[in-house]
Structures are given as C-alpha cells and as structure tokens.
C-alpha cells in the first residue's frame, strides 16, 4: 500500500513532457519581433528548459506590447508570464490568465484561446477541480488536433491521463497515456515518447502488472534521454525501488545523488525516506535514524504533510528497535495524528474524487450522446445524400433515355423529311420536266397549225392562179383541214391533268368567274409558259396576253405585289 502510494506522489511530479523535435509555430502571426521572441519561449516549453531563465523573454514582450498598444500581444504577454510561474504560485498564474482572457479577442485568435484554456486547466487541476480541468482538456484535445497542433493534443492527452490517475481511474489513465505516446511517436518525439513511459510503468504497477512495469523501468534507467536529464532520472529512480518492492536498493542513493545536483524539489524528502526505509531493512540502524531525520527535518521545512506520516513511523520503528521505547512511543502518537488528520482529509479527497468522477462520467456520457446524435445526423444525411444522389442518376438516365429517343424520333423525322424532301423535289422534277415537255408540245402543235395554215392559203392562191388543178388543191386542202380540226386543246388538256389532276376542276370552282379562254389562259401560265409564248399558241398579239393576264388578276382579287404564277401553282 505504502508503495501504491509512493508511486502516485511520483506521478503527480511527472506533469508535461518536452522535445527537442522540430516544432510548427501555431500562433497567428502579429508582429514580427514579438512572434520571433514568442517563438522561442515556445521552444523553450517544448525542450523543458528552466522558465525561470526565460523571464527576460517575457519581458521583451511586455515591452513589445506595451509599444505596440495591441491588446492580443498583451494578452499573449500575460499568458507567458503565467505560463513561467505556473509551477510556482497558482494563485497568480490564475491572475495573470484572467487578465490574458479580458485583453484577448477569442474569436479572431481561436488558438491564442485554447492555449489560454489549456493553462487554465492546468491552474484547475492544481485546485482539485479535476472534472472542469477535464473538461477544458477533452475540449481542447479537439481543438487542437483540428488544428493540427499535435505536439499540444499529445500535450493535453497526458493532462487527462493525470486527471483520470488522480482520480484513481487507472484504466482509462493508461488508455490516454498509450494514445499520447502513439502522438508522440507518431510525430517523432522521442524525448516525450521516453518520458510518457514512467506514466505507463506507474499506472500498470497500480493495475498489478508489477512485471511489466518493472521492465520499462530497467529499459528507462538505460535510456540516454532518461541519463541526460536529472529529475526524470530520479523520479525513474524511485519508482523503480517502489516498484521491485525495494528490491533494487541502490535506486534511492543513486537518486540521492542526483537531487543534491539540483534545487529543492518535493521528490527530495522521498529519496531520504526510501534510503532510510532500505537501512533500516538491512538493519543498519543508526545510518536509518540519520536518513529519517534528515527527511524528517526537509518536509517539515517544506510543510511536506503527505510523508510526515510514513517519515515518523519509520522513526517510530528505528527507536523501537534501538529499545528506546519513550521515543517510539512519541513518534508513534505523533504520526497517528498526523495520519488522523491525513486520514480526514483523505475522505473528503475522496469524496471529491467520487464527485469529481461522477461529473466527469456524466460529461462523457453527455459527449457519447451528442457524438451518438451527430453521428445519426451524419447517417440521416449521408443516406438522404445518397437517396438523392440516386434520385438524380435515375432521373439523370430517365432524362438522358428520353433525350437519347427523342434525339432518335428527331433524326427518324429529320431522315423522313429529308426523304420527303427527295421525292418532292423528285416530284417537281417530274412536273417541270412534264411541264416543259407539255409546253413545248403545245409550242410545237401550235408551230404546225400554223405552218398548216399557211400551207392552206398557199393552196388556195395556187388555185386561183390556176397553177394547181382544182382537183389535187381540194384533196390537199381535204387533207390538212383534217389535222387542223383534230382539237389541240383536248390534246393539251388530257396531258396537263396527268401532270396537275384536278387542277382547272378546283380552279373553277374556286374562281367561278373566270372564262374558258380563261381557265386555258391559267393552264398555260401554270406550267410556266410566258407570254409571248401563249399568244404563240394562241396566235395573238403579246399584249392581248398581257390585258388577259390583267382581268384574270382582277377576278381573282391579287393585289400588285402578289404573283399570278404563285396563286396558280398552290392551287
């Protein structure tokens, strides 16, 4: 029990490790001069150099500020200052973060606002408000990693894992220290990598993996990182003798050794009672006697309270082996009432403690509801995307399938038009061609009336002159009269309604007013005859075409820009 106990004071010393890793400078760029300082006080947090040589740092950006007049480099100057002495006086660091927090503008610098926060869990945490500590570090742990700041995720990953220790939650302790060494691994921080490890080794003793923890302490007791640095080689130390139920007893003199290098520090009174606990099993009384006042002297000096108790009981144990019973006696009664008194306040720890993670089971379970929630959301709206998403592509394929057979019915139409389009021009072809033909024809059958006619007269002046016999001239003049009153009319009319069926049938019943000579007259101009060609046919003068063309025009009511061949040729 003793050693469960040594061990939890040794972790509560093991606060936030540092490395000497590159490091990605996070905070908004302001000024120039005072980022460049600020810079290196952040590199002086990561490699866990001493704060208190950083004061003149923290002094160049008061002066930066304060020139600048810039509230958010005043707050950022604050935050240093209460960073330097967070380890030293609470109560002012709480100060000087409050002051940081009135000057900071949290909405335009989001992060300067979650290292505030992070220093503010801190300062909680060192007050026994372990669940608001908790709870300022779960919120920033997403911040963070939002952000990409891993080396501070890594950073508030190991505050839980304290909190949760501290509140004897060893469990869920060492599932945050395993995460924050995989952050710290995964970045390469090697120096804060090594130093997690004590973390992991205490919690897995206090778990009863004694063997396991004992392992990773004889491998950091080897580790060049754990030599180079004192403190952690003494806490490593210690923990290492608790831990081998004070099997390897030269773990406290060498860590002896090593404090006396540095200034005062808590785990000071706990190497002299250790090496006092290891003589007074080898039964070197007097070297015991010696060790345990001087611890005995150290954490009164100090008002070490939580060791008083096992420092008078071992002295207790010495003078009673010594035989010197009143001295035993006295030292006995004195560590019972310092243990009484530990003894109360250890129950109203307790009962913090029990309050503490009540609060903080519930702020978990708050959060695995509201993850719950958002995730039902994610699911709700990822299927909603997704129904949509198929919605779209049915109703994409449907469209693209009407297009696809409209763009088919479309050229389908566009080839029946065009084919249309060929046997009616095929068909126009076919009618001019009749036409020309029908009219040429008519030229030529008007032609040899003509010629005939002229042949009659000839005739019939050969007659009178007596050079041709009555007899021959009437037989001749019988003969041509027969062509000639064969009806050329009849001829071209039986010939143009195989070209245009019907069409002097819907003239005239269209225009009932025109004439036969008329309706002839439309025939002929229909199959594109001109005038001089019909008062050809006709054997008239072009000009009584013209006047006929003239009342056909004005029977069918045209006015002058309305074309006569046009109205014809749509009948």
Same mark, same amino acid.
């Given at each position: 029990?003793?050693?469960?106990? /040594?061990?939890?004071?040794?972790?509560?010393?093991?606060?936030?490790?540092?490395?000497?890793?590159?490091?990605?400078?996070?905070?908004?760029?302001?000024?120039?001069?005072?980022?460049? %300082?600020?810079?290196?006080?952040?590199?002086?947090?990561?490699?866990?150099?001493?704060?208190?040589?950083?004061?003149?740092?923290?002094?160049?950006?008061?002066?930066? +500020?304060?020139?600048?007049?810039?509230?958010?480099?005043?707050?950022? +100057?604050?935050?240093?200052?209460?960073?330097?002495?967070?380890?030293?006086? &609470?109560?002012?660091?709480?100060?000087?973060?409050?002051?940081?927090?009135?000057?900071?503008? !949290?909405?335009?610098?989001?992060?300067?606002?979650?290292?505030?926060?992070?220093?503010?869990?801190?300062?909680?945490?060192?007050?026994?408000?372990?669940? /608001?500590?908790?709870?300022?570090?779960?919120?920033?742990?997403?911040?963070?990693? #939002?952000?990409?700041?891993?080396?501070?995720?890594?950073?508030?990953?190991?505050?839980?894992?304290? %909190?949760?220790?501290?509140?004897?939650? /060893?469990?869920?302790?060492?599932? @945050?220290?395993?995460?924050?060494?995989?952050?710290?691994?995964?970045?390469?921080?090697?120096?804060?990598?090594?130093?997690?490890?004590?973390?992991?080794?205490?919690?897995? /003793?206090?778990?009863?993996?004694?063997?396991?923890?004992?392992?990773?302490? *004889?491998?950091?007791? $080897?580790?060049?990182?754990? $030599?180079?640095?004192?403190?952690?080689? +003494?806490?490593?130390?210690?923990?290492?003798?608790?831990?081998?139920?004070?099997?390897?007893?030269?773990?406290?003199?060498?860590?002896?050794?090593?404090?006396?290098? &540095? *200034?005062?520090?808590?785990?000071?009174?706990?190497?002299?009672?250790?090496?006092?606990?290891?003589?007074?099993?080898?039964? =070197?009384?007097?070297?015991?006697?010696?060790?345990?006042?001087?611890?005995?002297?150290?954490?009164?000096?100090?008002?070490?309270?939580?060791?008083?108790?096992?420092?008078?009981?071992?002295?207790?144990?010495?003078?009673?082996?010594?035989?010197?019973?009143?001295?035993?006696?006295?030292?006995?009664?004195?560590?019972?009432?310092?243990?009484?008194?530990?003894?109360?306040?250890?129950?109203?720890?307790?009962?913090?403690?029990?309050?503490?993670?009540?609060?903080?089971?519930? @702020?978990?379970?708050?959060?695995?509801? *509201?993850?719950?929630?958002?995730?039902?959301?994610?699911?709700?709206?990822?299927?909603?995307?997704?129904?949509?998403?198929?919605?779209?592509?049915?109703?994409?394929?449907?469209?693209?399938?009407?297009?696809?057979?409209?763009?088919?019915?479309?050229?389908?139409?566009?080839? =029946?038009?065009?084919?249309?389009?060929?046997?009616?021009?095929?068909?126009?072809?076919?009618?001019?061609?009749?036409?020309?033909?029908?009219?040429?024809?008519?030229?030529?059958?008007?032609?040899?009336?003509?010629?005939?006619?002229?042949?009659?007269?000839?005739?019939? #002046?050969?007659?009178?002159?007596?050079?041709?016999?009555?007899?021959?001239? *009437?037989?001749?003049?019988?003969?041509?009269?027969?062509?000639?009153?064969?009806?050329?009319?009849?001829?071209?009319?039986?010939?143009?309604?195989?070209?245009?069926?019907?069409?002097?049938?819907?003239?005239?019943?269209?225009? !009932?007013?025109?004439?036969?000579?008329?309706? #002839?007259?439309?025939?002929?101009?229909?199959?594109?005859?001109?005038?001089?060609?019909?008062?050809? %046919?006709?054997? %008239?003068?072009?000009?009584?075409?013209?006047?006929? #063309?003239?009342?056909?025009?004005?029977?069918?009511?045209?006015?002058?820009?309305?074309?006569?061949?046009?109205?014809?040729?749509?009948?």
């Amino acid at each position: 029990m003793k050693n469960r106990l /040594y061990i939890t004071v040794i972790a509560l010393f093991i606060l936030l490790s540092h490395t000497q890793a590159q490091y990605s400078y996070h905070w908004s760029m302001i000024d120039s001069q005072f980022d460049s %300082v600020a810079n290196i006080l952040d590199h002086a947090t990561f490699n866990d150099e001493p704060r208190k040589l950083q004061y003149n740092h923290i002094k160049q950006l008061y002066n930066i +500020a304060q020139e600048s007049q810039n509230l958010q480099l005043s707050a950022r +100057a604050n935050y240093w200052a209460a960073w330097s002495i967070s380890k030293e006086n &609470i109560d002012s660091t709480a100060i000087l973060l409050d002051t940081a927090f009135s000057q900071a503008d !949290s909405l335009r610098y989001p992060y300067d606002h979650a290292r505030f926060m992070f220093l503010k869990g801190v300062v909680a945490q060192s007050q026994g408000e372990w669940s /608001y500590a908790y709870r300022i570090y779960k919120e920033q742990e997403e911040f963070f990693s #939002r952000c990409g700041d891993r080396f501070s995720q890594a950073k508030v990953t190991v505050c839980m894992g304290t %909190v949760l220790q501290e509140l004897n939650e /060893y469990k869920k302790a060492l599932e @945050y220290y395993h995460l924050c060494s995989k952050l710290f691994e995964d970045i390469g921080c090697i120096n804060c990598y090594t130093k997690n490890q004590i973390n992991i080794s205490n919690i897995l /003793y206090l778990l009863g993996s004694k063997e396991e923890a004992l392992k990773i302490l *004889e491998d950091l007791e $080897q580790n060049n990182i754990t $030599q180079q640095d004192t403190l952690y080689m +003494a806490n490593v130390l210690i923990s290492l003798f608790c831990v081998s139920d004070q099997e390897k007893s030269y773990a406290p003199y060498k860590a002896h050794r090593l404090m006396t290098e &540095i *200034e005062y520090h808590p785990l000071y009174p706990l190497t002299l009672l250790s090496i006092g606990r290891d003589k007074l099993n080898r039964h =070197e009384n007097d070297s015991a006697l010696y060790y345990l006042n001087r611890a005995w002297y150290e954490a009164r000096q100090h008002n070490d309270v939580y060791h008083m108790s096992e420092i008078l009981q071992g002295l207790s144990s010495v003078y009673n082996i010594m035989n010197k019973a009143d001295s035993a006696y006295h030292y006995l009664l004195y560590a019972n009432t310092i243990r009484d008194t530990l003894i109360s306040k250890e129950k109203i720890s307790e009962l913090n403690r029990i309050e503490n993670r009540a609060t903080i089971e519930q @702020y978990e379970a708050n959060l695995l509801a *509201e993850h719950k929630k958002n995730e039902y959301k994610r699911n709700i709206a990822t299927t909603i995307c997704l129904f949509l998403a198929l919605v779209s592509v049915l109703l994409c394929y449907i469209f693209w399938q009407a297009k696809h057979k409209a763009g088919i019915s479309e050229q389908l139409k566009i080839a =029946e038009n065009r084919e249309l389009q060929l046997l009616n021009n095929q068909y126009k072809m076919e009618i001019e061609s009749k036409n020309r033909e029908l009219a040429s024809n008519t030229l030529i059958m008007a032609q040899n009336n003509t010629r005939l006619k002229d042949l009659c007269e000839q005739i019939e #002046r050969l007659k009178e002159k007596g050079t041709l016999p009555d007899k021959d001239s *009437e037989e001749i003049k019988s003969n041509i009269h027969t062509q000639l009153i064969s009806d050329d009319w009849q001829y071209f009319v039986l010939r143009f309604e195989q070209a245009h069926p019907h069409f002097l049938t819907r003239l005239k019943e269209q225009y !009932s007013c025109l004439s036969e000579n008329e309706l #002839r007259m439309c025939a002929y101009i229909r199959i594109g005859m001109s005038s001089k060609e019909i008062a050809q %046919v006709l054997s %008239v003068q072009p000009e009584t075409i013209n006047t006929s #063309r003239y009342r056909i025009r004005k029977k069918l009511g045209l006015t002058a820009k309305t074309s006569l061949e046009d109205i014809l040729r749509n009948i």
